[in-house]
């Protein structure tokens, strides 16, 4: 009987244990292919197209027949297309004065500009030029104008910038004074 208690011993004790097979060392995972990383893209360039109005701010000076320079302010508005890198645009703008030529006052500067830039991605620089109307106390004059610029895009619709313009007018208010006149403005612009 003994030997029959022992057994049934021995036989609970192996039912109750786990069978293991293999090693006592834990498992180690086999190793997983590397993923290739994916760069995140690169915006290249902005999107400059649509139309934009804003406001400026800076100083015009005036020498030839007539001298002087003050500050100047003024609002813009304006459509560029942008065809990948190369922007287009159109723009209409106007400064206040006024400015004191000795003798003579300027009391405003309209500009019909055209632009031309290129696309930096958050950054527009351009080149412009057209005709521009200067409105004095004596009269008014028609002449041209060329400059620099360029616009940062703080936001989508929000930009900052700034433009330097010369421009040449010529028989004053039919005074046969001439004027040279550069103007610096800071700008602001919302882009709709």
């Known amino acids: 009987m003994t030997k029959r208690l022992m057994s049934a011993a021995l036989a609970a004790t192996l039912l109750s244990t786990p069978?293991?097979?293999?090693?006592?060392?834990?498992?180690?995972?086999?190793?997983?292919?590397?993923?290739p990383v994916t760069p995140a893209p690169?915006?290249?360039?902005?999107?400059?197209?649509?139309?934009?109005?804003?406001?400026?701010?800076?100083?015009?000076?005036?020498?030839?027949?007539?001298?002087?320079?003050?500050?100047?302010y003024g609002l813009h508005?304006?459509?560029d297309y942008d065809f990948?890198?190369?922007?287009?645009?159109?723009e209409i703008d106007y400064d206040a004065g006024p400015v004191d030529l000795?003798?003579?006052?300027?009391?405003?500067?309209?500009?019909?500009?055209?632009?031309?830039?290129?696309?930096?991605g958050q950054t527009l620089v351009y080149a412009t030029a057209g005709a521009a109307r200067a409105d004095t106390d004596v009269g008014?004059?028609?002449?041209?104008?060329?400059?620099?610029?360029m616009a940062y895009k703080v936001t989508d619709q929000i930009d900052i910038g700034a433009e330097i313009l010369t421009h040449r007018f010529e028989d004053i208010?039919?005074?046969?004074?001439?004027?040279?006149?550069?103007?610096?403005?800071?700008?602001a612009s919302f882009r709709f």
């Open 77 to 79: 508005a304006g459509y």
């Open 102 to 120: 000795g003798g003579p006052d300027l009391d405003s500067v309209t500009r019909l500009k055209l632009r031309a830039g290129y696309d930096l």
């Open 19 to 35: 069978l293991m097979a293999g090693s006592m060392d834990p498992a180690t995972p086999e190793p997983q292919p590397m993923q």
């Open 42 to 72: 690169v915006m290249m360039g902005g999107d400059w197209t649509g139309p934009y109005a804003g406001v400026q701010f800076g100083n015009l000076s005036v020498d030839d027949d007539v001298e002087g320079d003050d500050l100047i």
């Open 173 to 187: 208010g039919d005074t046969d004074l001439d004027a040279d006149a550069n103007s610096i403005n800071l700008r």
């Open 84 to 90: 990948g890198r190369f922007v287009m645009g159109g």
């Open 140 to 149: 008014d004059a028609d002449g041209a104008f060329g400059g620099i610029g």
